[in-house]
């Protein structure tokens, strides 16, 4: 169908990749209700792939299709709220979508709640909290929480005060960087953001069915309908 021809493109199976016609495809597809193809307008939208980027538009989507409990649009409409991706920064929003998948077993949802937990970012700090969620997210063989098991983690006050008062240099701008899906929490850094308006969707979205939903973040795979 439309959403198929919409991968096709994007992926550019026999013929040159076209951004443009992927996304005119997909856009097709979303607007007749079709959530996998919602989410991966969305994505576009907020990195800007076969369209100008439009933050505001691309969270307008990812509501959409969280709504619709599509966990990866709950684990990125999350983050989106954390970061003030598209929309005013609400912490506590943002935990409570990141719970709502972390809960349906999502890795990289169970991450990120984890080093909220660690950080205090929009929760109270609770060290077992994060390790809970740390280790459910590692039980998936999810390799950056299987990293950070490994890794010790500095203590929580000496966290919390490097992110209360980052360092700013001489001519800095306080330009906030777009929360990233993928490349980030790849990095495993707490305080990283999450996404860049440069990042390709291709670490996020596999682009044909039994390929990763994203690639080195999970080991799930995309299988449109």
């Known amino acids: 169908g439309q959403f198929l ?3 096709h493109y994007r992926q550019g199976d026999g013929d040159a990749k076209d951004l443009a016609a992927a996304f005119k495809w997909i856009r097709r597809a979303a607007e007749q209700g079709y959530t996998d193809a919602e989410f991966m307008l969305a994505l576009a939208y907020l990195f800007g792939e076969g369209v100008p980027r439009n933050a505001p538009e691309g969270f307008r989507w990812l509501k959409k299709t969280a709504e619709s409990n599509h966990v990866l649009a709950q684990y990125h409409l999350g983050t989106c709220y954390l970061e ?3 929309v005013e920064a609400n912490p ?3 935990i409570r979508w990141l719970k709502l998948a972390s809960e349906k077993g999502e890795p990289s949802a169970q991450l990120r709640l984890s080093q909220a937990y660690r950080t205090g970012a929009g929760v109270k700090p609770d060290p077992a909290e994060a390790e809970h969620w740390l280790r459910r997210a590692a039980a998936q063989e999810f390799g950056p929480a299987q990293r950070l098991l490994l890794t010790p983690a ?3 006050a000496q966290t919390n005060t490097a992110q209360a008062e980052p360092r700013k240099e001489p001519g800095s ?3 906030s960087t777009p929360p990233a899906a ?3 929490l790849a990095s495993v850094a707490p305080s990283a953001p999450l996404v860049t308006p440069t990042n390709s969707l291709e670490p996020l979205i596999a682009p044909t069915a039994g390929q990763p939903v994203a690639q080195g973040l999970t080991d799930r795979t995309f299988s449109p309908a």
């Open 154 to 156: 500095p203590p929580l």
């Open 5 to 7: 021809l919409g991968l």
């Open 92 to 94: 506590a929003e943002g």
């Open 84 to 86: 003030g991706e598209g």
């Open 173 to 175: 701008t306080n330009e």
């Open 182 to 184: 993928a490349n980030a």
